[in-house]
């Protein structure tokens, strides 16, 4: 960022020029959309062209420099610490089902007033209001008339749509921001500081607890909120994390050049990444593996999704605990998506290792997770143009959010590509190539 004015002046004036450029290019994929409209399925609409993705990104990174270059410093920094203010109020509006109430009047009045919401919803009026302006300045919601509300693009994503709606929610459990809450102090613990395990992370200080997240949550009891609210929001939250990436990794790998092949998505959870190329790919078989409680939850979503590919044999659902000997051997890909984020790196290396004992000369590892691209790029990755970072800055937050969250709640990491070199050597395999993919997951092939 640079600081003289002069300077400061002429990076304005290139990021001003890189939006008005970059700005056309999504104004013609508008213009392009109206003329062959897209079936506004939720996964569908989440597929961006290869051009689209690009600009954006460099939209949101360029726009987030310019509020950096101009904004009084003190003012973003109390913004930032408040930032949990937004959340949380949004996640009260979620929870109390205000988008989908607001998406219900769209047809017949276009929007909902202060009072019909909290006569629905059973939140204070006043409260309700200050809400609702509080989240219009942070573009949720938009005061169409005095007092009366409606979604934008983005609470209206959440309409209809429980998946993306417990996926929203899930980052406001107490699961995940207690550990949030004590990550400074966990970091500053010289005791706690460089540990690595499961065990020693920020979770275990919040929750006075020697149990990882998971076996707090396996061996928990109901009447326990903390376990409740992740065993009622965790399923259906990870379909809403499909709905972000599944169609880009469906899209930007060529599953179909990989004939009648055999998929084991380990750690599948229900197998939500396996109906997706299920729906595509004819050809391909699938076994979804995972502990026994999401298995049991697997049967029934596929009975509900893709009755046949159970009937058939196409899908086999496996109770398997993927630190054991891999069952399934020589198959063509061991899927792992969202899984290796959840663990630290020795972990990893285990988890790795099993999948390359039972590989064939021709199978391959593929990493579905997104990938922590550093400010001043990896050679792996493509770079964002001057002036922006080249990680394109502000676009790549996301994925530093939910390394922090790994890290406070599992000691787990996102990886930047250099990293998962690391891990893959250590358990005897090489890395074939980064698939990047128009979503923050992208796909990260390993080999024999
Ligand atoms: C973040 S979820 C990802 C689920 C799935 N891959 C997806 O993308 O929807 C991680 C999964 O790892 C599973 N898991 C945790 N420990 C496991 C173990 N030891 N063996 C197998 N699965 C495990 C959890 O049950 C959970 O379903």
Known sequence: MPTSKSNRAQTLRSLVQLLVNTSEVVIKEWEAEEQHPQPDDHLASSLPSHQLFEARRIIVAACGMCVDLVEDPRIRLQELSETFALSQAFDTTVRAG???????????????????LSQRTGIDEKKLVRLMRFLCSGGLYEEVKYLDFANTRMSGALAGNPPAQAFQL??????????????????????????????????????????????????????????????????????????????????DFPWGSLGEATIVDVGGGVGSMCTELAKVFPNLQFVVQDLAAAIEQAKSYWKAEDPKALGTGRVELMVHDFFKEQPVKGA??????????????????KILTRLREAMAPDSRILIAEMIIHPPLGSTQLKSAPAPLPANYGRASLMKGMHDIVMLSSLNGSERTPEQFVDIASRAGLRTEKIWECRSPVSITELRL
């Open 332 to 349: 063509a890909v061991y899927l792992l998506r969202c899984v290796l984020h959840d663990w630290p790196d020795d972990d990893c290396v």
């Open 98 to 116: 205000v988008p989908d109430i607001l998406a219900e009047a769209m047809p017949r009045s276009g929007s909902v007033s202060a009072a019909e």
């Open 170 to 251: 899930i980052y406001g459990t107490k699961a995940v921001i207690e550990p949030l809450a004590y990550l400074p102090e966990t970091l500053l613990d010289p005791k706690m500081t460089s540990a690595t395990s499961a065990t020693e992370s920020a979770f275990q200080k919040a929750f006075k607890t020697k149990q990882t997240l998971w076996d707090f949550v396996e061996g928990g009891d109901d009447s326990d909120e903390v376990v409740r609210e992740i065993r009622q929001l965790f399923p259906l939250s990870m379909a809403g994390q499909t709905q972000l990436s599944s169609r880009s990794i469906v899209a």
